[in-house]
């Protein structure tokens, strides 16, 4: 099984019939290109020096992104006016304004929009994947041990990968706005993996959802696997992601998620939820952030009121852009810009690349 792809890109999977995502050569090598990557890999056949390339320029090149949301195509090229929440077009999933937004107009997505896409940019080299549903560990970078576990619901998406002939199956997230791993994890306990930064390594452990001090009051702590990644002071580095746990730092779940592929219409209320309803995080938040070649990752937000809280006071609304690397890195290239389509719109060309003309 290998470059298997239709003449015509399948952008997203239907139930009934069953019919996976798939996209076509053209659009094979578009998305290569999008990702700096030459087209004429699209001829390669599955392996892991192949996915591993795919997944570090994937974090290289197109951001984690919610904009979308929020803000139009045609309120980017319109008048200045001040952001407000929820009246964009969303990710556009099920049609191909997904793909066009993505690798057409150079713009990102969120999880469910990138490893939807991700997914079906693999099925055409012979790859395997399984969509899997997982939840997010919503005290970012904090131990655990100090602060309690509390996870969201079933509002994030990652994949599992393999291959004909390949050893073992691979986990890969292309949509972790908290910083995920650019390096494929072989999916068995206790495997590790290091980071393009040399200050964070991940950890994939099979396991209960860790509930600490809730597992009194759940009945059914389901098994699944768990992520995490290594959190250091600034400056620490660590030299062997296999040894990270015994060394300074401590280490804090990012998602965790069961093998238990999840159907399209899954993906639409998933994708639905996160982009409508009032009280999902990235509802209300915009935020776009990239991976940078030094580890570092550079980042626009506002609507995250630990971030917000440093704004200029003068009574308007503000986004700050600034690159760090690691949870606890100190920042660097900070700027405030005015919360409106114009000034946001200079940053996200600038910075991440956005096409919007």
């Known amino acids: 099984m290998r470059n298997i792809r239709p003449a015509e890109s399948i952008y997203f999977s239907q139930s009934m019939p069953p019919v996976l995502a798939c996209l076509s050569l053209p659009d ?18 599955p392996s892991l020096d192949l996915l591993s390339r795919i997944l570090m320029a994937h974090h290289l090149n197109i951001p984690y992104d919610s904009s979308a949301i929020h803000v139009g195509p045609e309120d980017w090229r319109g008048p200045n006016k001040e952001i407000t929440w929820r009246k964009g077009p969303g990710m556009e999933m099920g049609a191909r304004g997904n793909f066009d937004r993505v690798v057409l107009r150079r713009n990102g997505g969120y999880c469910y929009a990138l490893n939807q896409l991700a997914a079906s940019l693999l099925r055409g080299f012979g790859f395997r994947v399984s969509e899997v549903g997982a939840r997010v560990f919503l005290h ?17 998406m990652a994949l599992i990968v393999d291959w004909e002939g390949s050893d073992g199956r691979w986990f890969l ?5 908290g910083g995920g791993s650019p390096i494929p994890i072989p999916l068995r306990d206790g495997a590790t993996s290091p980071s393009l930064s040399p200050s964070e390594s991940f950890l994939l452990r099979e396991e209960p959802i860790p509930l600490g001090e809730l597992a009194a009051t759940t009945h059914d702590a389901y098994l699944g696997w768990t992520l995490y990644r290594r959190v250091v002071d600034a400056g620490v580095t660590i030299p062997d992601p296999a040894k990270a746990g015994s060394g300074p730092g401590h280490w804090t779940p990012c998602i965790h998620f069961t093998l238990a592929t999840v159907s399209p219409e899954d993906i639409l209320a998933g994708d639905f939820y996160n982009s409508r309803h009032p009280q999902a995080p990235w509802a209300n938040i915009l935020i776009a952030s990239r991976l940078l070649p030094n580890g570092a990752r550079r980042t626009i937000c506002h609507g995250i009121p630990a971030i917000d809280a440093g704004a200029p006071q003068d009574g308007r609304k503000y986004a700050k852009v600034y690159s760090k690397e690691g949870i606890k890195g100190v920042e660097y290239d900070v700027e405030w810009v005015l919360f409106e389509t114009q000034p946001v719109r200079v940053v996200l060309e600038r910075d991440f690349g956005f096409q919007s003309q």
Do not use: I, N
């Open 140 to 156: 970012r970078g904090k131990d655990p041990q100090e602060v309690g576990h509390w996870w969201s619901h079933t509002t994030h």
């Open 173 to 177: 997230d292309v949509g972790f706005g």
């Open 28 to 45: 094979t090598e578009r998305y290569l290109e999008r990702m700096g990557l030459p087209a004429a890999l699209a001829s390669e056949p």
